[in-house]
Nanobody
Framework: QVQLVESGGGLVQPGGSLRLSCAAS????????MSWYRQTPGKERELVAR????????NYADSVKGRFGISRDNAKKMVYLQMNSLKPGDTAVYYC??????????WGQGTQVTVSS
């Protein structure tokens, strides 16, 4: 069955760094664009970063440009989110998403990131 399993979240001080990982299984990973979303209570889930199926294209939310980097390893079926210069406003549950067309979209269970002193 399809699985996306996030890891790497935790508590970090402002200005610190974290690297999130997402392990995929149960589908042809290299055919899917991969994204990281985040959500805070009472707010809609928002796109943080996306990477194309072959890793050649990336795009980022304006709020994280220059601080976050998304990457993938198709051989390992992994996608990563390197988060630097973290701010309290980055506190959220971060979700991994895989998409291929309008009808194939999978989600992980999320990992909590808390930025606080």
């Amino acid at each position: 069955q399809v699985q996306l399993v996030e890891s790497g979240g935790g508590l970090v001080q402002p200005g610190g760094s974290l690297r999130l990982s997402c392990a995929a299984s149960g589908f042809t990973f290299s055919l899917y664009a991969m994204s990281w979303y985040r959500q805070t209570p009472g707010k809609e889930r928002e796109l943080v970063a996306r990477i194309g199926s072959l890793g050649g294209s990336t795009n980022y939310a304006d709020s994280v440009k220059g601080r976050f980097g998304i990457s993938r390893d198709n051989a390992k079926k992994m996608v990563y989110l390197q988060m630097n210069s973290l701010k309290p406003g980055d506190t959220a549950v971060y979700y991994c998403n895989a998409v291929n067309g309008p009808t194939r979209s999978y989600w992980g269970q999320g990992t909590q990131v808390t930025v606080s002193s």
